[in-house]
């Protein structure tokens, strides 16, 4: 026990104060997600007989209720599936996309700029994908009836859960009095929190309207209908049933676009993944319109011609070298990706070892200047409000999955009646076309505003598979860092031969072309490794923390399956067997 706790000091020391020790390591199955119930829930779909897909569905369906900042219904997100028996990889778009009413400019204010509070309310959601993707995924490659994947999430929803220190703050913050009025135009700067939409105060305040504390009960009775009826009626039932109704009833009473038609009409994708090899492992990502696999494939493949093991992972060097890569992947992603079904996006050729040599070519000694690779400017790194969790049944499928409401509780407004709330993804498009300046904003076309197109993203949901057998299974939530927090996970496997706890706990880097500048995270760097960036050219910039990594990772033989919760953000767990 003391050798235990001096252990994770000594980790905590080297690493973050997030590290531990060694968790359980399993030889059955596993589902590491961020929040314990929801992992449990999976786990529950395992033991019963379902396999990664029935798992991923079930736990997705109970992180809408118990990690109700980014578990989602009113959001959307990507899947990649391994199936062990076929070898094949598969992967599921269910991003949201623009209401039909959507044009270019209509979030632009008389100044030309965004209009003030674009980003909260009814207004700010894109037509959700999460429903239709999973029952998609259930349909196409699951296993155990849809009823059964669902009626955990209704049961906690019903019911209530304990709630985690963690959630007991985070809606005390969202919930505090003082809120500005949506109806009564305040002008408080933080406009956007629970607190500001009388459904979001009546579905998320205690009932007494206390403060919350860990261990107080949280119940979501409208919610807890809105599963029910999607367990009676399948998943169509949000898109043409009751929800939708009670969707569409609320757009149309807060000045919302997604209409009946848009959720009747909106389709999840199947798409090919986008993969590379490195070192002789397959990486499997999610293509456009996530930016996720091509950041992440193109910037492994300029690494590969680089012997980073020499050096190790926090050499100054190795983190110059990463961060070149990273910025040259970034500056792919803010100049050619988009939705493919509105642009054409040379995919393969992004992805492949020659191009990537080319860009390899181009790294020196010294930092490149963003500026000298095209004369723009792209937005800062976003908060840590997505999901993502992996799963591996006891077969051999994988399943990693990401999904968003983009900003903490999306919208931050709950559809009166239906207890869930919507996305704020429209602000992931480049809302003020043609500028692209200085203070961050992008503006070129591949991601402008369109009827019926997906907005780019950043989520990344990876799996490497070694010799027809799933190897690692990740991704993160973060925004724009979220591909190089993932890189970092698949380097420090593949490359450094960490296990998968030191490959999640381990600082991270992150350079997303502009700003031009290298962040840090965590405060366990030497002053020598940072006069050495500074040398170099690099600006460098702490952060608290980078990401959340719910990863798996099985040992070569299949035998030893670690599932590494990511402890940034608690209550994260792998429930296994
Ligand atoms: O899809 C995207 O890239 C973003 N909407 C993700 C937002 C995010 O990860 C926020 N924080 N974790």
Not at 296 to 307: S, T
Request: hydrophobic content about 40%; proline content about 6%; overall charge neutral.
């Amino acid at each position: 026990m003391v050798r235990a706790w001096f252990v994770s000091l000594v980790l905590a020391a080297l690493t973050g104060p997030w590290a531990r020790c060694a968790e359980p390591t399993f030889t059955r199955h596993v589902v590491v997600s961020q929040e314990g119930n929801a992992s449990d829930v999976g786990r529950e779909a395992l033991r019963h007989g379902g396999n990664a897909i029935d798992a991923a569905v079930a736990t997705a369906f109970a992180l809408a209720v118990t990690l109700p900042e980014a578990g989602n219904l009113g959001g959307g997100g990507f899947i990649v599936a391994f199936d062990a028996r076929s070898g094949k990889v598969a992967t599921l778009d269910f991003r949201e996309t623009a209401p039909a009413v959507s044009s270019p400019r209509m979030y632009l204010g008389d100044d030309g700029g965004p209009k003030p509070r674009f980003r909260a309310g009814a207004w700010a959601a894109g037509t959700p994908g999460t429903v239709r993707g999973l029952a998609m995924a259930h349909a196409r490659l699951g296993k155990r009836p849809w009823a059964e994947l669902v009626l955990p999430a209704e049961k906690l929803a019903r019911e209530g859960f304990e709630i985690s220190d963690d959630l007991a703050r985070s809606l005390n913050r969202q919930l505090a009095p003082g809120a500005a009025d949506s109806k009564k135009g305040g002008t408080r700067d933080d406009f956007g929190r629970l607190a500001d939409f009388p459904s979001s105060r009546a579905a998320f305040s205690r009932p007494d309207n206390a403060p919350w504390k860990a261990g107080d009960r949280l119940i979501q009775a409208d919610l807890g209908r809105t599963l029910e009826r999607i367990a009676a009626h399948g998943g169509d039932e949000f898109y043409t049933g009751q929800t939708a109704r009670l969707i569409a009833s609320y757009m149309k009473k807060e000045g919302g676009f997604v209409t009946l038609a848009d959720l009747k009409g909106y389709e999840a994708k199947m798409r090919p993944s986008v993969h590379t090899t490195y070192r002789g492992h397959e990486v499997h990502g999610v293509g456009p319109v996530s930016s996720g696999g091509v950041v992440i494939c193109q910037a492994l493949n300029i690494l590969e011609g680089f012997d980073l093991k020499a050096d190790g992972p926090t050499a100054p060097r190795t983190l110059h070298r990463v961060a070149e890569a990273m910025r040259r992947a970034f500056f792919t992603r803010a100049m050619i990706l988009g939705d493919p079904d509105f642009v054409t996006i040379p995919t393969d050729e992004l992805v492949s070892k020659p191009y990537a040599r080319k860009l390899a070519a181009s790294i020196g000694d010294r930092a490149t200047r963003s500026q000298d690779l095209a004369p723009f400017k792209v937005l800062p790194a976003e908060g840590d409000h997505t999901t993502h969790f992996s799963v591996l049944d006891s077969e051999g499928n994988a399943v990693s999955m990401t999904y968003t409401l983009e900003e903490p509780y999306g919208a931050r407004c709950v559809v009166d009646g239906a207890g869930f709330l919507l996305n704020n993804e429209m602000g992931d498009f480049n809302v003020v076309p043609g500028r692209t300046d200085v203070t961050g904003q992008i503006g070129t076309a591949a991601n402008q505003i369109a009827p019926g197109k997906r907005m780019l993203s950043s989520q990344s949901p990876t799996l490497v598979i070694k010799d027809g057998r799933a190897r690692i299974v990740t991704g993160s939530p973060g925004g724009r860092t979220i591909p190089n927090t993932t890189l970092w996970v698949l380097l420090n496997v593949l490359e450094f031969g960490m296990d998968a706890r030191k490959a999640v706990d381990s600082p991270r880097t992150h350079h997303q072309w502009f700003p031009d500048r290298l962040s840090l995270e965590g405060r366990s760097w030497p002053a020598a490794t940072l006069d050495a960036l500074a040398a170099m050219g690099h600006e460098t910039r702490f952060v608290a923390h980078q990401g959340t990594a719910n990863t798996i990772v099985i040992s070569p033989d299949g035998r030893v399956i670690e599932g590494a919760a990511d402890h940034r953000r608690e209550p994260a767990r792998a429930s296994g067997d």
